[in-house]
């Protein structure tokens, strides 16, 4: 699942390279993306505007448009990607990896598109079709999001109840943009064992965790994704923890298979 780096990815994507142009045409006939609009409704909603915003929280990713049209919400899903491909061949893209990708101008698993004036397109491709196109998502429902949380605004969100911390964490509506392997990330900076539960934890673990989700979401969205964080190699059987050289823990948290130091992260 694109957690919050690699939405911003793509949110950057739109902004540098869709906004401004008028769309002409609008592919929102796969019925089960776009759900629960019909075949026409987001084309109607979008032709004639332009796309003039580009907004991500957490992991959710939407788009004003032009006159105060529609607001138009894009989730990427499993392995989604925003694609802006050129008349002149030319493309440039953001979002998840892209499985099954054989070769420039490859779109086999384009289910959105708008085309634009001067024949570009932008579109949602994504292989395993779990990606979302909506009009006017309810984006205020999401929690603070992890890239800009204040102390104060964390604090309050681990604040009570019997959850794992990990659960707490991947509560889109506690703080949103956090996924799985980034809460094994942060817990692990943090040195917090993940089924540990927020009615347990100190003061001092809450600040380190807040320290360690600061810094883990700095680091990915610097060097290209969650995939790049620390512990995400060592989530293997067999996997050593790259600070003290414990053997790494297995275990499933609030529904989630979760990663941990045997030695550091203890209950």
């Known amino acids: 699942m ?4 690699e939405v911003e990815s793509a949110r950057s994507v739109l902004e540098r390279a869709a906004l401004g142009r008028l769309i002409v045409e609008v592919d929102d006939t796969d019925s089960y993306v776009c759900r629960p609009h019909q075949p026409g409704e987001i084309r109607s909603a979008l032709l004639g505007r332009k796309l003039v915003a580009a907004h991500r929280r957490g992991k959710s990713l939407w788009c004003d448009t032009s006159e105060d049209g529609a607001v138009l919400g894009i989730h990427l899903g499993m392995s989604g990607k925003i694609v802006i491909a050129d008349l002149d061949g030319g493309e440039i893209d953001g979002g ?4 099954g990708r054989r070769v420039p101008g490859d779109y086999r698993w384009s289910r959105f598109a708008v085309t634009f004036d001067d024949g570009g397109r932008m ?8 990606g979302r196109i909506t009009l006017d998502p309810p984006v205020e429902r999401l929690g603070p999001d992890a890239a800009t949380i204040s102390n104060v605004a ?5 604040a009570s109840g019997s959850a794992p911390v990990k659960a707490r964490l991947l509560d889109q509506q506690a703080v949103a943009g956090i996924g799985n392997l980034l809460a094994d ?35 990915a969205l610097k060097d290209g994704g969650v995939h790049t964080l620390s512990i ?26 979760s990663w941990w130091c045997s030695k550091e992260q203890v209950l």
């Open 185 to 219: 990330e942060i817990l692990w900076r943090a040195r917090i064992h993940p089924s540990r539960h927020v009615d347990d934890l100190t003061p001092r673990e809450v600040g380190r965790i807040f320290r360690a989700t600061q810094s883990s979401v700095a680091d």
């Open 232 to 257: 995400i190699p060592f989530r293997h059987a067999g996997g050593l923890c790259p600070r003290d050289g414990a053997p790494m823990a297995r275990g499933a948290v609030g529904g989630r298979t």
């Open 123 to 130: 579109m949602l491709v994504d292989p395993r079709r779990l």
């Open 96 to 99: 998840d990896y892209w499985e």
């Open 2 to 5: 694109p957690e919050l780096p």
């Open 154 to 158: 964390f604090k309050k969100a681990l």
